[in-house]
Each structure stands twice: as structure tokens, then as C-alpha cells.
């Protein structure tokens, strides 16, 4: 395995910490999407919140365009439409077993990473897991990914989970 990977497609960062030598984690963060993209980090974060009898908070960033003089924010998404996203990550978890809890983030597009490191500060998270849209590498490489943002600025381990991995 190569260094920062813990397993097929989940790449990490930041120090391991837990007893037995393994990883140990009470307060885990998970950001959903509206597009189901992260169901794979969100089943990922509930299993290893269960391990651990930890919480788990979900957070759901709603972006908004900048404002254009004379008029006021743009969300693509209303406020329904991402506390609707949110209730299903957290009854998902909950069916599971997890004790979870949400928020949901207004952002203004381009920060949606630091809206999530800021996330798992406020919430004194142990570790963040999410989710990495599938991409070509040379578009990653030139316009990076909330991902790569988010493991820059995180100041916890991070967790990435690639498409369709669990």
C-alpha cells in the first residue's frame, strides 16, 4: 500500500492516533452532496463512527453566486431543497445506528473548502471523510478539487473516498 492510502481508493492525511494501534475516532465530519456522489463516504464515516461508539455530524454546503450590483445573493439550491439532503444523510445514518447530527453551510462558490475545514473545526472534529468527484487527472492537476483544498486546510486527518469505493 502506498503511503497515505488505507485501502483500495481511500487516500489519507494528517497523523493516526488510537489505541491497538489503530485508528480511533469519536467526532467524525462527513460533507453530502445533493447528487449522491458522497453515499460512499457517508457509509464509510457511519461504520467508523459505529466502531468507535463516536458522533457523527454531516454537513451539507449550500453555495451562493457572489452578488451582482443591485442585486442580492443566487442559490442555486433553496434552503428546502438542502435541508431535504441533509434529513436523508442523517436518517441513513441513524438507520444505521449512528448518532448523527447535521447543518448546513451557506458559502459563496470557490469556498466551499474552507466552509468544510471550518465545519470540522467548529465541530472539533477527530476526522473528515468525503468524497472525490471522479475527474480527469490533468483537470485536477490544473483546476484542483475541494478535496485537495479541504486536506490542505483540514486540521484533522482526512479521509478521501474515490467514486464508487466504500
Given at each position: ?68 450590483k443591485g442585486t442580492g445573493r443566487f442559490y442555486p439550491e433553496s ?41 470540522g473545526q467548529d465541530f472539533n472534529a477527530e476526522l473528515i471523510v ?20 479541504v486536506m490542505r486546510r483540514a486540521t484533522c486527518p482526512v479521509l ?7
Amino acid at each position: 500500500m502506498a503511503r497515505g492510502e488505507l485501502a483500495d481508493g481511500i487516500e489519507a492525511t494528517g497523523a493516526w492516533s488510537g489505541h491497538d494501534g489503530g485508528p480511533s475516532f469519536r467526532r467524525i465530519l462527513v460533507p453530502v452532496d445533493a447528487f449522491g456522489r458522497s453515499s460512499g463516504a457517508l457509509a464509510l464515516a457511519t461504520r467508523l463512527c459505529l466502531a468507535d461508539a463516536g458522533k457523527l455530524r454531516i454537513v451539507h454546503v449550500r453555495v451562493f453566486d457572489p452578488p451582482v450590483k443591485g442585486t442580492g445573493r443566487f442559490y442555486p439550491e433553496s434552503s428546502e431543497d438542502a435541508t431535504a439532503v441533509l434529513e436523508r444523510a442523517a436518517a441513513g445514518a441513524w438507520a444505521r445506528g449512528a448518532k448523527a447530527s447535521g447543518v448546513v453551510v451557506d458559502c459563496q462558490r470557490g469556498l466551499v473548502a474552507q466552509a468544510i475545514s471550518d465545519a470540522g473545526q467548529d465541530f472539533n472534529a477527530e476526522l473528515i471523510v468525503l468524497a472525490r468527484r471522479s475527474r480527469l487527472a490533468i483537470s485536477r492537476l490544473l483546476l484542483g478539487s475541494i478535496a485537495d483544498q479541504v486536506m490542505r486546510r483540514a486540521t484533522c486527518p482526512v479521509l478521501v473516498v474515490r467514486p464508487g469505493q466504500q
